[in-house]
């Protein structure tokens, strides 16, 4: 286990991440996006080592997944390096089959930041080494850390990812700003792309990355990306041209040649309505009614958001109270708009722009 991602970049090459967010990449998100990407790599919503020790019922309700989610990563995040270390014996139980732990040493929120959780540990060496340190003797699965360029630009990149190594971390995702920066200005890669120089370890670069294109021009000698935000309404953000060529992939994904323009896929209204409903079918399969209700309404509308129509079925959207309700109102949505079903509604603009020129 312990060499598994030198394994998948043997096999893959580059390494595609769904990243962690909290309150949104649950079972049912992570089961739509492998639906339709299947070679991505799902990293879970964020849980606290401590809650996890304290609390079999959390450990019960959040680490038990779908073989469709594997390979599963845990992300969890504390300050203390036993409490991680017993956390990682929990999910390391085999009747999880979690494949990999990673800390979160990157969450920029200043109400956890001041007692010295997530990125903090940035400018707390010592006790970061000690984490992967206790956590890597703990269990028997890799561990891998994500964190960012620096708390506030006054930390060495390099010299914290080397102690990270030493203490056996298998991989590390950075994100291209400081926990200063949080979520502000832009991601700067160039650290990143020097850290790759003086470590072994696999390097992921994070954030500011939209598709395929956008990917290749920054991925450059690094070993994968992690994409979050991108993937809101767009499991196909993740997938690329080349992979189609495989008759074998198409089988497995609802993917259509013809949709790719410069290297980027957009999907037809169909697809779209077909992602939405297989989402709301996994989120009831997944949680109980009320609580289904509540979470599915933030996606629905978020498939939809490149369609000017949209406003005319956002208020039934984002009060829908049961699948069948959902299912109604997209089939309503197909038979209004039956004609629009193949089109690709994405490149209106494009298509407009081109009737211009």
């Not at 998948?8 to 079972?27: C, H, I, R, T």
């Not at 609390?55 to 989610?69: G, N």
């Not at 390099?158 to 102690?163: G, L, P, Q, S």
Request: charged share 25%; proline share 4%.
């Amino acid at each position: 286990m312990k060499d598994f991602w030198k394994k998948q970049l043997e096999k893959n090459g580059k390494l595609v991440f769904l990243a962690p967010m909290d309150w949104y990449w649950d079972s049912a998100y992570r089961q739509a996006m492998k639906r339709v990407s299947p070679h991505i790599f799902c990293v879970s919503e964020f849980y606290s080592a401590d809650w996890l020790i304290h609390s079999r019922f959390l450990a019960d309700s959040v680490l038990p997944h779908t073989e469709m989610e594997d390979p599963l990563i845990i992300q969890i995040f504390w300050k203390d390096p036993v409490i991680f270390a017993n956390a990682a014996k929990i999910i390391s139980e085999s009747k999880y089959n979690i494949a990999w732990i990673d800390i979160n040493m990157w969450c920029p929120a200043k109400k956890v930041v001041r007692s010295w959780h997530w990125s903090c540990l940035l400018i707390n060496e010592q006790t970061a080494f000690e984490i992967v340190k206790h956590m890597h003797e703990a269990t028997h699965l890799p561990i891998s850390v994500k964190t960012r360029l620096s708390f506030d630009g006054n930390q060495n990149l390099i010299n914290f990812v080397k102690w990270l190594e030493n203490a056996w971390a298998s991989l590390v995702t950075i994100h291209g700003r400081t926990a200063k920066q949080a979520y502000t200005g832009h991601a700067d890669f160039t650290n990143i792309y020097e850290l790759k120089k003086h470590v072994s370890i696999p390097v992921i670069c994070n954030w500011d990355i939209a598709n395929y294109t956008d990917w290749i021009n920054k991925v450059k000698e690094l070993d994968g990306i992690m994409l979050g935000r991108a993937s809101f309404w767009n499991p196909w953000c993740f997938i690329w041209e080349p992979q189609i060529s495989d008759d074998d992939f198409i089988s497995k994904t609802w993917v259509k040649r013809e949709n790719f323009i410069d290297w980027v896929y957009h999907p037809t209204l169909s697809e779209i309505l077909e992602a939405m409903e297989f989402h709301a079918e996994k989120l009831v399969e997944t949680k109980w009614e009320k609580k289904w209700s509540l979470e599915i309404r933030k996606h629905l509308v978020q498939y939809l958001k490149n369609f000017p129509w949209v406003k005319k079925y956002r208020k039934r959207l984002v009060t829908t109270e049961s699948v069948e309700n959902t299912r109604e109102i997209l089939e309503e949505i197909k038979k209004e708009f039956n004609e629009e079903l193949n089109k690709r509604p994405s490149l209106n603009e494009i298509e407009k722009k081109e009737e211009n020129l």
